[in-house]
């Protein structure tokens, strides 16, 4: 027998265990998986060439102080908001939802700057972007160190863009600034009474 026979012999055993079903299979998947990173981070790129959005804030003040009062040695401030926005102008087509949050901050004697989340929402679709409502409210306004009494606090709209890909945007918290309505940026704040109620 020749001996390059053998040789070619060998080379075709080999090519043939390569091609096999699992490596094959191996290709594919990852072929397809580099497509679909490429997809993706065209996605993601394409939203970069949009002028920047913001929510309309046409309304951002609280409604009603229902209760302020001593809880467990706590102060304890049980406020409704009544907000008006839009957020209808931050979808396209790389959004998959979008978590609003209302911050009541207030400065303190014990820590200079305090927030509490007084509210949130979580915007699943384009056509439920508007939130409005005088009578919102989720979370009490606690202070476990000082008083409430005679406290200033000033309400703050924040949000977050969750992509479906890319990097998750946080705006209204010292980020990135909301712009609001200049004739509303006084009703923005309010002032707790000196008294419980």
């Not at 191996?26 to 993601?44: P, S, T, W, Y």
């Amino acid at each position: 027998e020749h001996p390059g026979t053998s040789a070619l012999a060998t080379a075709r055993a080999a090519l043939i265990t390569m091609h096999s079903f699992w490596i094959r299979a191996n290709a594919v998947f990852f072929f397809g998986l580099g497509v679909l990173g490429l997809l993706a981070f065209a996605n993601v790129a394409s939203t970069w060439m949009l002028p920047p959005a913001s929510p309309t804030v046409n309304s951002l003040r609280v409604y009603d102080l229902r209760r302020l009062h001593q809880f467990r040695g706590s102060d304890r401030a049980i406020l409704t908001v009544d907000m008006d926005v839009d957020f209808t102008p931050l979808w396209n087509w790389n959004v998959k939802q979008i978590f609003v949050f209302v911050v009541a901050e207030y400065r303190g004697s014990v820590h200079r700057r305090n927030g509490v989340v007084i509210f949130d929402h979580i915007i699943e679709s384009e056509k439920d972007s508007i939130i409005k409502g005088r009578d919102l409210i989720k979370y009490p306004l606690v202070d476990e160190v000082e008083s409430l009494k005679d406290v200033s606090i000033q309400l703050k709209l924040g949000y977050d863009v969750h992509p479906l890909f890319g990097p998750m945007q946080l705006f209204g918290t010292g980020q990135r600034v909301i712009p609001y309505p200049a004739d509303d940026m006084g009703t923005v704040n309010f002032t707790f009474p000196t008294v419980y109620n």
